[in-house]
């Protein structure tokens, strides 16, 4: 199964949701990230923060939803609609839900503050991660309705 974590510009949370999630993959996995308007770089505190937490950093790349290197089966929004933030809407007939995190990018402050806000970020996402993996997977494969219900819980959190 193939999760595309996607996000406007493919910076930060995406990038962090796609580490995060490859790190704690259970066997036949994988995700992807993606953005609508990728900004073309991957964020340097994103990469700080995986780095600090043993996830590896290398080959993550901010890149556009037009050329995928696979489909996905899930699509997961990390934008943030109580930010005043409009999600991408991804096109193809798949599962789809929103889990919206606050951009750190956005953060302003002194730069403990600035890492506060990826550190926050990052939390985040790792909780609905890990709550994901958490899910009768194998039974919920067969039952896409159930699965989007319990995404879209873990997407409240």
Known sequence: MNVLFLCVGNSCR???????????????????????????????????????????????????????????????????????????????????????VDDPVQATGTDAEIDAAFRTAYDSLRTRIEAFFALPLAQLQNDPDQLKQKLDLIGQV
């Open 14 to 100: 995406s990038i962090l949701a796609e580490a995060i999630f490859n790190h704690l993959a259970l066997p036949g996995w994988r995700a992807i990230s993606a953005g609508s308007q990728p900004t073309g770089q991957v964020h340097p505190r994103s990469l700080a923060v995986l780095a600090r937490e043993g996830i590896a950093t290398e080959g993550y790349t901010s890149k556009s939803w037009d050329n995928l290197p696979l489909d996905p089966d899930i699509v997961i929004t990390v934008c943030s609609n109580a930010a005043g933030e409009t999600c991408p809407a991804y096109l193809a007939s798949v599962l789809r839900t929103n889990w919206g």
